[in-house]
């Protein structure tokens, strides 16, 4: 009677342990909804454009929160604007480079203030943010969305969760190095960036 | 010849400003595509996507109004036709 207990108390603390292990989160995204909107105010009207080339892995663990890491990747040629020739100048060497410099990351290191209320868990994000070849540390504002057992309503035929991910926050183009003191009165060097994901989990 | 340039140089500016208006007098710059936002249930996330669409702008207009310039201008440098008498 005694063992059995034993081994009762120790599957149930390996099954919690196991439950509270972080999950790692996909963001290459097969439906091709995540996204990056960027907004620059312009004199005639603002340059609105997005990227959909966004992957990256993210560990969270939704009862730890706080323990949240990960890296998110935005492909420059995946930036896109409805103008064609703004679009050109954007990847070409005088702007984004995207030659050069084809990615845009944040790694994100440490959460503070993080809030949980059901499913959702608000944090300030510190970690690294990389552009056009200049690595800047930033703390984002982060909303993450827990969303356990959904991904088979996304993805038919896969069992797992999904943990979506939405931000907003504003960069100064010119602390990377993008045309630094440059075309002020026609391009803005604020830029408004706002992340749209959602990555998946596998059960295994 | 003269007649011919100006004619064209209104009928440039006309087509211009009609596909601008008919298009939705777009007060930006030229778009040759427009985002649309399409709704994913499950996260709740906007998915944009980019689809074809000639949206003429300013610069659209500012091109055709440079044309139509170039067009009356030229027609200058031709002389009225003459006309001809016949006084008997």
Do not use: C
Not at chain 1, 94 to 110: M, N, Q
Not at chain 1, 167 to 184: L, P, S
């Amino acid at each position: 009677m005694k063992n059995k207990l034993i081994i009762t108390i120790a599957l149930a603390t390996f099954a919690s342990l196991a439950y509270a292990a972080p999950q790692s989160f996909d963001f290459k995204d097969p439906k091709g909804v995540n996204n990056a909107v960027f907004k620059l105010d312009a004199p005639l009207e603002s340059i609105n454009g997005s990227a959909s080339g966004i992957s990256g892995t993210v560990s969270f663990d939704p009862e730890n929160p706080a323990a949240t890491t990960g890296k998110i990747v935005v492909s420059v040629e995946s930036l896109t604007v409805p103008n064609p020739m703004q679009n050109g100048h954007m990847h070409s060497d005088k702007w984004l480079d995207a030659a050069k410099y084809p990615e845009i990351t944040f790694e994100a290191k440490s959460l503070a203030n993080v809030k949980t209320d059901g499913n959702v868990t608000t944090a300030d994000v510190s970690g690294t943010f990389s552009l056009h070849g200049v690595a800047k540390d930033l703390t984002v504002p982060v909303k993450f969305t827990y969303l356990k057992g959904k991904l088979g309503d996304r993805v038919p035929n896969l069992k797992g969760d999904l943990l979506v991910i939405r931000a907003n926050f504003i960069i100064n183009r010119e602390d990377f190095n993008i045309n630094k003191g440059q075309y002020e009165d026609k391009v803005s060097p604020t830029i408004d960036l706002s992340l749209a994901i959602a990555g998946a989990s596998i059960a295994q | 010849m003269k007649r011919t340039l100006q004619l064209l140089a209104v009928l440039v500016v006309l087509v211009a400003g009609t596909t601008w208006l008919a298009t939705g007098a777009n007060r930006g710059w030229t778009k040759t595509s427009v985002a649309v936002k399409t709704l994913d249930p499950v996260t709740g996330i906007d998915g944009i996507t980019y689809q074809k669409k000639f949206q003429p702008g300013v610069d659209f207009l500012a091109a055709a109004a440079l044309g139509t310039g170039l067009l009356a201008g030229v027609s200058l440098f031709f002389r009225n036709q003459k006309q001809t008498t016949n006084d008997k």
